[in-house]
């Protein structure tokens, strides 16, 4: 069992990983991507293109930052059905990940911290937060979290709810005010005031999460990015 850590030390959650190749029928569906994982490596290539999610020198240590997920169509469907495929920890800075660059997380138990994997890499170190909010909303299908100060510093005026900053990542508080927002409602953008320069977006489609960051980060460019 190992301690998940993100840029600023927090501890996140006891890991219990199995280290071993995915399953094919995971990413392929009749020779071709699965929609769902074609659907997620196609964000994530453009989250990377906007610097949405990447890594840079004077930014977080230098550490890679963002991360996204996917509600997995696994076999047998119970008890895993709560299963999401999510990107791999410290991998933010590759242009085009493979699917070796994602773990599937199989259980989870919030209370006690506690998060279970398999896969050739570790989870992102956000990944219980991820599981927090397909265990509150079962219409919620897929997850991205993304860093930006522009967004984060705007996110009033961008129209995003917010977690308040006494809410620092990584704590039952944040869990529990993320779960306030994602039982209210299928999709949502929100700017985790208690981590810095951190979005989350949710939704039952990967389109539409993407969309509502695309929508905000436009309209940021237009508003506040005037060079
Ligand atoms: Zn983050």
Redesign the pocket.
């Known amino acids: 069992m190992s301690v998940m850590q ?2 600023e030390g927090v501890i996140k959650y006891s890991l219990k990983h199995t280290q071993k190749s995915l399953d094919a029928s995971l990413f392929y569906k009749e020779d071709q991507y699965h929609p769902y994982f074609q659907e997620l490596l196609e964000a994530r290539f453009l989250l990377y293109k906007l610097g949405l999610i990447g890594q840079k020198q004077d930014l ?1 240590g230098g550490l890679a ?3 996204l997920s996917s509600r997995a169509p696994i076999v047998p469907k119970s008890p895993a059905e709560r299963a999401f495929l999510i990107s791999a920890t410290q991998t933010g800075n590759i242009e085009k990940p493979r699917k070796e660059h994602f773990v599937l997380v199989t259980k989870w138990n919030v209370t006690q911290n506690m998060l279970y994997s398999e896969g050739e890499r570790k989870p992102s ?2 990944a219980l937060t991820h599981a927090i909010l397909y265990e509150t909303n079962p219409n919620i299908q897929a997850i991205i ?3 930006s100060s522009i967004l984060w510093n705007h996110y009033r005026d961008l129209g995003m709810l917010a977690t308040p900053k006494e809410a620092e ?1 990584g704590t039952v508080k944040m869990a529990n005010e993320m779960v306030k927002i994602a039982e209210k409602q299928d999709r949502g953008i929100v700017a ?1 005031l208690g ?4 979005i989350l977006a949710f939704s039952s489609e990967m389109k539409d999460a993407l969309f509502l960051i695309l929508e905000v980060f436009a309209t940021s460019e237009i508003l506040f990015n005037h060079g």
């Open positions: 993100d840029a977080y930052y963002g991360n170190s956000e979290h993304i860093h990542y985790m981590h810095q320069d951190g």
